[in-house]
Nanobody
Framework: QVQVVESGGGLVQAGGSLRLSCAAS????????MVWYRQAPGKQRELVAG???????NYADSVKGRFTISRDNAKNTVYLQMNSLKPEDTAVYYC??????????WGRGTQVTVSS
């Protein structure tokens, strides 16, 4: 069994910063990629940022230059540093881990609210 738990969400004013964390635990042999998604009310879930085991990253155009994804392989943890937050960043942020064997596991999400 694999557990994925996000933390670090909250309420912040526009222009502020938050750091999200996502920790995976359980029957994990090797994690391939770790990905952050978000879903705003009434919208589809969208990819925010992803990082491979080797450290290659990709970002949605809407967050490039403001968000930074990083990971600690020893701790099976991925982080999302979010700076210069905008009201349109308000969403539930979800973490997905992709194991080397191919299975995907999702967390339950953490709410990020950016006030104007």
């Amino acid at each position: 069994q694999v557990q994925v738990v996000e933390s670090g969400g909250g309420l912040v004013q526009a222009g502020g910063s938050l750091r999200l964390s996502c920790a995976a635990s359980g029957s994990i042999f090797s994690i391939n990629a770790m990905v952050w998604y978000r879903q705003a009310p009434g919208k589809q879930r969208e990819l925010v940022a992803g990082i491979t085991k080797g450290g290659s990253t990709n970002y949605a155009d809407s967050v490039k230059g403001r968000f930074t994804i990083s990971r600690d392989n020893a701790k099976n943890t991925v982080y999302l540093q979010m700076n210069s937050l905008k009201p349109e960043d308000t969403a539930v942020y979800y973490c997905k881990i992709i194991l080397a064997a191919g299975q995907n596991y999702w967390g339950r999400g953490t709410q990020v609210t950016v006030s104007s």
